[in-house]
Nanobody, 121 residues
Framework: VQLQASGGGLVQAGGSLRLSCAAS????????VGWFRQFPGKEREFVAR????????TYAEAVEGRFTISRDNVKNTVYLQMNNLKSEDTAQYFC???????????????WGQGTQVTVSS
């Protein structure tokens, strides 16, 4: 599956952005889909995950209550709604798929090109 992440940009602290992860070729509902982020010089870290089929969501503690992951099966797109953004959310955001429900970054593949989120304080 090929993924295209979009929706990043520059926003003030306290603002909102919605990231999109659009897929081609295969339906995203048949994969677990995760959002990850990467700070300069750091490894990618888990942000949020939606399970295949049932669509159960899981979040990193740092974003719990502020971010919401969702899936639109008609548009074959997974979204990450980010509210109350903080300067520490500034990072490159990536979406990826896994063949089974897991939080292990190493199990995810088909990484999109990423989209930059910059939050000014």
């Amino acid at each position: 599956v090929q993924l295209q992440a979009s929706g990043g940009g520059l926003v003030q602290a306290g603002g909102s952005l919605r990231l999109s992860c659009a897929a081609s070729e295969l339906p995203l509902r048949t994969f677990a889909v995760g959002w990850f982020r990467q700070f300069p010089g750091k490894e990618r870290e888990f942000v949020a995950r939606i399970t295949l089929s049932a669509g159960i969501t899981t979040y990193a503690e740092a974003v719990e209550g502020r971010f919401t992951i969702s899936r639109d099966n008609v548009k074959n797109t997974v979204y990450l709604q980010m509210n109350n953004l903080k300067s520490e959310d500034t990072a490159q955001y990536f979406c990826a798929t896994a063949q089974y429900n897991t939080l292990r970054r190493q199990a995810y593949g088909s990484w999109g090109q990423g989209t930059q989120v910059t939050v000014s304080s």
